[in-house]
């Protein structure tokens, strides 16, 4: 086997949902299954790369040779990713949640015969991977991932601009061949030089496989 280029290199490798607490019993989440960021994880260690997993809550077993960091919330992912830099390259593939309740209630919230409805106040949760991305220790690469229900390439591509990345690997949403809960996938990546692919529609493990080929090929461009 020809060595990889990730052998030896610090990789740290964001995955899964977060769930941001509304009382002690309910809780704002989402779909995320966390299969594409393990996989992702799996692949890198499998090429020999010291890679960290920052896990939201997720029902899956830990890849081998994987240091795992397990979060629930956005604030806590946010804390862990930044404790596990410096890294050489950081990928973003965790579905975080973008709104959070301004506060957790200390005790369950009560129906009220006198109201019809309930108002939760919500606040922007930090944007780790921008925040990575522009960070003092910035890893050579960043890589995000953005799911999308419908114009994906011109999302993607705000995206990858606007949080300085250096690739982004998008899949389509609500639809068939891929998305959360599957384990195959469809990604199209775009990388900061212009160049687009397509890799699968397969399985979540050669997806991951052909994600770290493409992380490798813009290793061996970039400067550092
Ligand atoms: O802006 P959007 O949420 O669509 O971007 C998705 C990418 O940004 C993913 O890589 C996700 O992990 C990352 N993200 C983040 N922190 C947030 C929101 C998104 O790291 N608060």
């Known amino acids: 086997a020809v060595a990889s280029a990730l052998a030896g290199l610090r990789v740290v490798v964001s995955a899964g949902p977060t769930y941001e607490d509304i009382d002690p019993v309910r809780f704002i989440g989402n779909r995320s299954s966390g299969k594409m960021g393990f996989a992702v994880a799996e692949a890198a260690a499998r090429r020999g790369a ?57 005790s369950k919230i009560k129906k009220r015969d006198d109201r019809d409805g309930l108002v939760l106040e919500l606040v922007r949760t930090r944007d780790i991977l921008a925040e990575v991305a522009g960070h003092p220790q910035r890893p050579r690469m960043v890589v995000g991932f ?70 490798e090929r813009f290793w061996a461009a970039s400067p550092g």
Do not use: C, W
């Open 146 to 215: 953005a799911a999308e229900t419908d114009n994906v390439e011109g999302y993607a591509r705000g995206k990858l601009a606007r949080k300085r990345l250096d690739l982004i690997a998008a899949n389509q949403v609500g639809r068939e061949g891929g998305g959360f809960e599957s384990d195959r996938n469809t990604l199209l990546v775009f990388g900061r030089d212009g160049s687009a692919q397509t890799l699968g529609p397969a399985g979540k493990g050669e997806v991951a496989d052909g994600l770290l080929d493409v992380v």
């Open 50 to 106: 010291q890679v960290t997993l920052v896990a939201g809550p997720v029902a899956l077993a830990t890849p081998a040779g994987v240091r795992r960091v397990d979060v629930r919330s956005a604030a806590q992912m946010h804390a862990a990713v930044m404790a596990a830099l410096p890294a050489d390259i950081y990928v973003g593939a965790a579905a975080v949640a973008d709104f959070a309740p301004a506060q957790a209630a200390a």
